[in-house]
Each structure stands twice: as C-alpha cells, then as structure tokens.
C-alpha cells in the first residue's frame, strides 16, 4: 500500500508564497516521474508541473517563472515553491506520482489527499 501525504497549503495575499510538500510511503520500490495538479472551483482538474527521477521538469504556461518543483529522492518526497501567487492560483492542490511499487506492479495513479491554497487580500 502506498500513502501520499500532502502539507503547506493556506491562506496567503497576492504576491505572497507558499511551498507545498507531498511525502509517498510505504509499499515502493522506485518513483518515477512526480507531478503536481490543481482544481479550481468549478474548473476541471489541470496540470501545473512535473519532475522526472532525474531531475527534469515542466511547467504550465500559467506558472512559469513563479512556480519550482523540486523533489528529494532518499525522502520520496516533492515540492512545490509557489511565489508571486495571484488571485487565479487559488484552488486545491494535489500531488500525483508514478512508481513501482514493492511487488513490480507500476500504477500512475497515486494521488495526495489534496491541499487548499486561497490567494486573497
């Protein structure tokens, strides 16, 4: 069994920055490629960035240049820096990862319990 663990969300105002952690336990044998998304209140689930094992990533084009993930390998855990927020980064975030797990099966769907982030004044 695999548990993905979320924390860091919040209230902060526009122009502020929060970082987000996501930390996977349990029945894994290797992560492959780390992923952050996030759901808007009426809005369909969407991409924001991923990371691959070796350290590559890719970002929407609504938050380049003010969002960097990054992930710790010997912690199975991954990151996300967000600053320079704005009002329409205000959604729930949730982690997503794609492993191997301890028997060899490889699922992509391992998803965080999600994590508010509300940007306001």
């Known amino acids: 069994q695999v548990q993905l663990v979320e924390s860091g969300g919040g209230l902060v105002q526009p122009g502020g920055s929060l970082r987000l952690s996501c930390a996977a336990s349990?029945?894994?044998?290797?992560?492959?490629?780390m992923a952050w998304y996030r759901q808007a209140p009426g809005k369909q689930r969407e991409l924001v960035t991923t990371i691959t094992n070796g350290g590559n990533t890719n970002y929407a084009d609504s938050v380049k240049g003010r969002f960097t993930i990054s992930r710790d390998n010997a912690k199975n855990t991954v990151y996300l820096q967000m600053n320079s927020l704005k009002p329409e980064d205000t959604a729930v975030y949730y982690c997503?990862?794609?492993?191997?797990?301890?028997?060899?099966?490889?699922?992509?769907?391992?998803w965080g319990q999600g994590t508010q982030v509300t940007v306001s004044s």
């Open positions: 997503n990862v794609a492993l191997w797990t301890a028997r060899g099966a490889y699922s992509s769907d391992f």
């Open positions: 349990g029945s894994i044998r290797r992560i492959n490629v």
